[in-house]
């Protein structure tokens, strides 16, 4: 069982930055691949990023790519997502993922996540 908890969000102005962070309870943390979502109201899910267990591969959503960085931590169970140049369209409630593989946590149309976290809000004012 992992638990996993967001922490950093908050209000924005466009261009400015945020740094989310995930902290992850249980065992086995650095097994796991690591991913964001974010759902912005009225819309779909989407995802924003991914790591490898070890930290040596990322992948990212188009939207964010180029002004989101994703990495983590093992030793503190602990992953990140630092924003920059943000947008209002960024706007959105961001989660954290587990799952059993990088690609788990970008497969489409469905992520085959095995733990979410609650969610953290992210506001970004034009």
């Known amino acids: 069982q992992v638990q996993l908890v967001e922490s950093g969000g908050g209000l924005v102005q466009a261009g400015g930055s945020l740094r989310l962070s995930c902290a992850a309870s249980g065992r086995s943390f650095s097994s796991y691949a690591m991913g964001w979502f974010r759902q912005a109201p009225g819309k779909e899910r989407e995802f924003v990023a991914a790591?490898?267990?070890?930290?040596?591969?990322?992948y990212y959503g188009y939207s964010v790519k180029g002004r989101f960085t994703i990495s983590r931590d093992n030793a503190k169970n602990t992953v990140d997502l630092q924003m920059n140049s943000l947008k209002p369209e960024d706007t959105a409630v961001y989660y954290c993922?587990?799952?059993?593989?990088?690609?788990?946590?970008?497969?489409?149309?469905?992520?085959?996540?095995?733990?979410w976290g609650q969610g953290t809000q992210v506001t970004v004012s034009s």
């Open positions: 790591i490898t267990w070890s930290g040596g591969n990322t």
């Open positions: 993922a587990a799952a059993a593989s990088l690609m788990n946590i970008a497969s489409v149309p469905l992520p085959k996540v095995d733990y």
